[in-house]
């Protein structure tokens, strides 16, 4: 008995990461039917990402479908940059370590949007290839 007692804990916490993980896996499979409407998409566990065209889309991924969903368009894009720590970093030199991480739009508006990444180098890599887009648009 009281061994059967020490293992229900354990029990509790695998039935827990069970939960966990369906629920995971059900956000990724809700995601892959969104990003199929996208020529380029990214998922993580802070915000989803897609873009189509000029047209960038991102919100919070959620088991239905990602939620909160917002948009502009690249040709209202004026600045954008890699944001580590409050600060901006040189997207062609990220730091390695660091928290907070985003990639900053500011758009002809002056309104700023953050789109949230937990890797460094992930947003790096979006933010050089997005560079990228708006100078081939000419903007």
Known sequence: ME????????????IWLTRAGWNEYQKLEAYRAWAEAFDKAKYDIYAVLGQKGSEIVWGKPARKGPVDL?????SSVRSLQLVVNQQAVDIENP??????IALEFVLSDSKKVEIPFTEIDLAARWGKYLQQQLRASGL
């Open 3 to 14: 061994r059967g007692l020490l293992w229900l804990p354990l029990l509790g916490f695998f």
């Open 70 to 74: 917002e948009s502009f368009s690249l």
């Open 95 to 100: 730091p390695s370590k660091g928290k907070a």
